[in-house]
Structure formats: structure tokens, C-alpha cells
């Protein structure tokens, strides 16, 4: 195995850990699930690891999330959401908070909050009781958007990406 390889592959199981505990551990109880910051970091992976890795991560995190705190129901509709919500951003741009980056929390937050809502109807039957959950995923949204833009502009400013990721292994 490459360098390069084993190192996406090592940050890839770093990021299904970081969105797995700030999932399923940061977390506020919601009307059938909870809300959490955890997606701030599947976007923050997808702006750093090559999209299969960051959305590897993203599944990995938020399906263990989901199967080891009791809402194992939600873990079919998590690893589509989340995989999807990583085609949104960029691994190629110089900085993590590119414009693309920027705008690309407004899509995720779409996908989120209607797939999400889509599933809950789908698995309830019942297309009026999970209008319910709207405002929870929203709230889920614009947390985890406030906390990557967060955590870009701090990874941007130390230039984290360019000494870290691009002069990783075998740059």
C-alpha cells in the first residue's frame, strides 16, 4: 500500500470517529432522534480527503452512531444522506473554506432536512407527523454549518492544508 493511500486511509478513520462521538455523544434528544454538530465534520472531511474517502467517512461515522445509541432505524437513511452530502464539497480547492465549500452547506442542509423528513414519512406512513422533525434538522444544519465555517477559518489560517494534507506523504 502507498503512502499517500494508507494516509487518506488513517484520516478517513479519523473522521468516521470524529462524526461518530460528535454524533452520537454531542448530541440533543429531538422528537424521534436527536440533533448534533457531527455533520460540521463530514463537511470539513470532504473538503480535505478525495470524495470516496470523505463519504466512507461520513457513512462510517453516522451509521455507528446511529446503530450504537439506539436509533439503528435511521442508519439505512443515514449512510445515503451522508454519502450524498459529501458530493456537495471539494478536496481540490488550496483552502477548505473555497467558495464552493461555502455555498455547499446550503444543498446539505436541503438534503438533510428532506431526506431525513422523506424517510420518517416512508417509515411511519404518514406524511403530516414528521413536519415534526423539520426544525430539528435545520437546527442541525446551520450548527454544524457555523462550526465547519468555524473550524475552516481556523484550518485556514494556520494554512493547515497546504503543510498538512497537500505536504503529507509522498506530495
Known sequence: MKRKQLFRLCLTGL???LIWITTAYLHIPSH????????AFLYLAACLLP???AACAGVIGAVLADCLTGFAVWAPASAVIKAVTALFFTSRSKRILAVRNRWAVLPSAAVCTVGYYLYEALITGNFLAPLA???GYLTQAVLS???????????DNANFKTHFINGGPNA
Request: glycine share 14%; charged share 5%.
Open 145 to 155: 454549518s457555523v462550526l465547519f465555517i468555524a473550524l475552516g477559518l481556523a484550518l
Open 133 to 135: 422533525g423539520i426544525p
Open 15 to 17: 473522521f468516521a470517529a
Open 32 to 39: 424521534t432522534g436527536y440533533t448534533h454538530v457531527g455533520d
Open 51 to 53: 470524495l470516496p474517502y
